[in-house]
């Protein structure tokens, strides 16, 4: 199975500010990779496919990059709806792995 | 608006059968566009994704799960089912049914249904 790791497992930011999350593949993916965004008792909702393609409707202060195995998702300019965890998944293969989180809440 | 909703019981004991269905409304199950899917989410914890189908059957399970899992669609329902056999309080989790593009990228999902495995 591929391992998904994510960094930092929690950040505390201001409204505001320039937020970047890693996502680290145990193999290499390519651009088959996945952002989500889970607010407190709510299901997850899908923001970036395909490394760095936004969803519809979703705000462009997010966006996503790289390949490969190291891949990024940055929030320009974090706005108070943006408090949540944050999942990456793999898709490049079965299983489709998610890493395991990271928590963005108000500094 | 596509909408999904899971439903079945709520509690099952250590050893049965867990058996949930999402009906999806709002647009067609079997579009050719699209996978569907269950993913669960054990309390406080992370997200696993556990199979998808595809309307015309086509089956991908996760292998950690794969003896136990069986995903099947009814398209006359615009349904698609989840079975969990042998179940132990490892499987307590939130449910959640979503429809999946790319296979696996889960673009609209369902509200999600806990289900607790206890005796």
């Known amino acids: 199975d591929i391992q998904m790791t994510q960094s930092p497992s929690s950040l505390s930011a201001s409204v505001g500010d320039r937020v970047t999350i890693t996502c680290r593949a145990s193999?290499?993916?390519?651009?088959?990779l996945a952002w989500y965004q889970q607010k407190p008792e709510k299901a997850p909702k899908s923001l970036i496919y395909?490394?760095?393609s936004l969803q519809s409707g979703v705000p462009s202060r997010f966006s996503g990059s790289g390949s490969g195995t190291d891949f990024t998702l940055t929030i320009s300019s974090l706005q108070p709806e943006d408090f949540a965890t944050y999942y990456c998944?793999?898709?490049?293969?079965?299983?489709?792995?998610f890493g395991p989180g990271t928590k963005v809440d108000i500094k | 608006q596509l909408q999904l909703q899971e439903s079945g019981p709520g509690l099952v004991k250590p050893s049965e059968t867990l058996s949930l269905t999402c009906t999806v409304s709002?647009?067609?199950?079997?579009?050719?566009?699209?996978?569907w899917g269950w993913i669960r989410q054990p309390p406080g914890k992370g997200l696993e994704w556990i199979g998808s189908?595809?309307?015309?059957?086509?089956?991908y399970y996760n292998p950690s799960l794969k003896s136990r899992v069986t995903i099947s669609v009814d398209t006359s329902k615009n349904q698609f089912s989840l079975k969990l056999s042998s179940v132990t309080a490892a499987d307590t989790a939130v449910y959640y049914c979503?429809?999946?593009?790319?296979?696996?990228?889960?673009?609209?999902w369902g509200q999600g249904t806990l289900v607790t495995v206890s005796s």
């Open positions: 979503a429809r999946h593009e790319r296979i696996a990228v889960a673009d609209s």
């Open positions: 709002g647009g067609s199950i079997s579009s050719s566009s699209y996978y």
């Open positions: 189908i595809y309307y015309s059957g086509s089956t």
């Open positions: 193999q290499g993916i390519s651009s088959w």
């Open positions: 395909a490394a760095s």
């Open positions: 998944q793999q898709y490049n293969s079965s299983p489709f792995t």
